[in-house]
């Protein structure tokens, strides 16, 4: 009797040690776990510029994405550039997007190019480095400099290299050569809601080189979830056949 009153004792304390070095990033990470173990879940994405740059004007001024995403099933996406709206498939590592000539694979949307711009390469080139927001806000977390509970959020600043990241839309597929971002910064943002992540938000600012002009960067992208656990993902015929 006294050694398993011991054991529990020792439990007791192991169990306190643990919770006492839990820190804001592990909170975090944890409510973003919990969001990716969940069966779906739907988002919205929404991104503001400031000062004309982050590719922020005419046709293919960002407008919102909608998203949503089953566990180990198909992600599937609906983006407005502009007047239009672009819509893409995501599982395992492939992907498809849909065009004017129909369902491309993104091996197919981003093959070619003559230079001159291209918004379904650009798309395309952009969403094989895509994460869905349970991912995402882990890999924001990990690039914290340090995050701090204030109300109902964790807040922290951005590391340089985290920062750049952001600003170029991740590392080029292949090994290619992305513009290289100058005066990095940013922020970040999340809120959990029961354990579970709800909303997050990143801000990011900088400088990036476009056929020799200096461009400057400000943008705020918001990510809300919503539907957790009764997310619905339909995906065209045409499409699972350029995913698998």
């Keep these: 009797m006294k050694k398993n009153a011991l054991f529990g004792t020792l439990a007791l304390v192991a169990g306190s040690l643990i919770a006492a070095d839990s820190g804001p990033k592990d909170d975090?990470?944890?409510?973003?776990?919990?969001?990716?173990?969940?069966?779906n879940y739907s988002w919205k994405t929404t991104v503001e510029t400031a000062g004309g740059g982050g590719g922020g004007g005419g046709r293919f001024r960002p407008g919102?994405?909608?998203?949503?995403?089953?566990?180990?099933?198909?992600?599937f996406l609906s983006m407005t550039r502009g007047d239009n709206t672009m819509e893409a498939v995501l599982k395992g590592g492939k992907g498809a997007l849909k065009t004017p000539d129909g369902w491309k694979s993104l091996a197919e949307a981003?093959?070619?190019?003559?230079?001159q711009p291209n918004p379904t390469r650009f798309i395309g080139r952009m969403l094989q480095n895509f994460k869905t927001p349970a991912a995402q806000a882990e890999d924001l977390a990990a690039n914290a400099k340090e995050l701090k509970k204030s109300d109902d959020a964790y807040a922290g600043e951005l590391t340089e290299e985290g920062a750049k990241e952001l600003l170029t839309f991740g590392p080029r597929p292949g090994g290619g050569n992305a513009p290289t971002p100058g005066n990095a910064k940013g922020s970040v943002k999340f809120w959990v809601k029961d354990g579970v992540l709800a909303k997050y938000e990143f801000k990011v600012q900088g400088t990036i080189n476009f056929n020799g002009n200096e461009v400057d960067i400000d943008r705020t992208t918001t990510v809300e979830i919503k539907d957790v656990g009764s997310t619905k993902v339909d995906v065209p015929e045409e499409a699972k056949k350029k995913v698998s």
Excluded: H, I, Q, Y
């Design 64 to 75: 919102p994405t909608e998203g949503k995403t089953e566990k180990d099933g198909f992600t």
């Design 28 to 39: 975090v990470r944890a409510a973003a776990g919990k969001l990716a173990a969940n069966s």
């Design 110 to 115: 981003t093959e070619g190019g003559d230079g």
